[in-house]
């Protein structure tokens, strides 16, 4: 049943709440063809492939920061303490361990590791290659580990053996007797300064990996989706839905020959009017929580 026609027992009994808020795809792209595309209009004719083309464009240029895009997931932070990335992954709002109480606990990205390839040496030191693909191969040591699509270098084994997050020190291990003075002399390093744990993301790879002392734990990821994820996701909120018109229809004509550089000048202005219009129209500003933010300000720290 169409959104337009659907009636509030329709909407009480659906499934998906809140959706009559929402336009599909490809209801925008219906509408465009026949709205926009036609005799006496400004494109006689047009692809209703080349439309498609540019409206999954739109979603993706309006997903990052118009759109309410934002996802998350939540799992149990397994043995190897990994993570996979959501396949409509753009970048994470925020990352977090969950206790007990239910209370959402910020971890913070650490800078001082990685998971670098692992590649394969033989005894004199040369690289070994795959006979297959005459690629790098990995190390025959981290072969063995290689599990779950993903490679574990030394530097990530190394990583993964000790807890990462010192509440009292700025140091990556828990023995005392191996801390340097950086924590001494220059002060906390703000990203080891807590027990929550730390993380880092390989993009190379598409895994998050989480410090030891997360193993076990409930980790939440927040991220921005790049709404692309399944069909199902393809939808535009009709307060952008203006906004996506028109970036389908200057995609379309600044890549056709014979129209006016005006009329491409002029599509350009109104699809940089209307994103704007629908930034403004779906920003979650509230005075009220701004104000109460804003009180705070006052304190005095002792």
Do not use: C, W
Request: charged share 25%; glycine share 6%.
């Amino acid at each position: 049943m169409g959104l337009l026609q659907q009636s509030q027992f329709d909407y009480h009994n659906d499934s998906n709440k809140g959706d009559y808020q929402f336009v599909t795809l490809d209801d925008i792209i219906s509408s465009f063809m026949v709205v926009y595309v036609g005799e006496s209009k400004i494109l006689s004719k047009a692809n209703r492939t080349d439309v498609q083309f540019h409206g999954m464009r739109a979603i993706q240029e309006l997903s990052y920061d118009i759109l309410r895009s934002h996802k998350s997931y939540e799992i149990t932070v397994p043995a190897n303490l990994t993570m996979y990335l959501p396949q409509d992954y753009v970048n994470y709002t925020k990352v977090v361990r969950v206790d007990s109480n239910g209370v959402e606990k910020i971890l913070y990205p650490t800078g001082k590791t990685s998971n670098p390839f692992p590649i394969g040496q033989n005894s004199d030191s040369s690289y070994k290659f795959s006979d297959q693909t005459s690629e790098l191969s990995l190390n025959a040591g981290q072969e063995a580990e290689n599990t779950r699509d993903t490679y574990a270098s030394t530097t990530r084994s190394s990583f993964s053996t000790i807890p990462t997050s010192n509440p009292n020190q700025d140091s990556d291990v828990s023995d005392t007797t191996t801390l340097d003075n950086r924590g001494r002399r220059y002060g906390l390093d703000p990203q080891h300064a807590q027990s929550n744990g730390t993380f880092y993301i390989d993009n190379a790879t598409g895994f998050i990996h989480f410090s030891s002392d997360l193993a076990g734990s409930t980790v939440t990821l927040k991220y921005i989706s790049d709404g692309l994820g399944t069909d199902d996701e393809m939808v535009v909120h009709k307060f952008a839905e203006e906004a996506v018109y028109k970036h389908i229809m200057y995609g379309l004509i600044s890549n056709r020959t014979g129209i006016s550089e005006s009329i491409v000048l002029r599509y350009k202005k109104e699809r940089f009017a209307e994103t704007r219009k629908a930034k403004i129209r779906l920003s979650n500003i509230k005075m009220e929580e701004f104000t109460q933010v804003l009180r705070g300000i006052s304190k005095h720290i002792k």
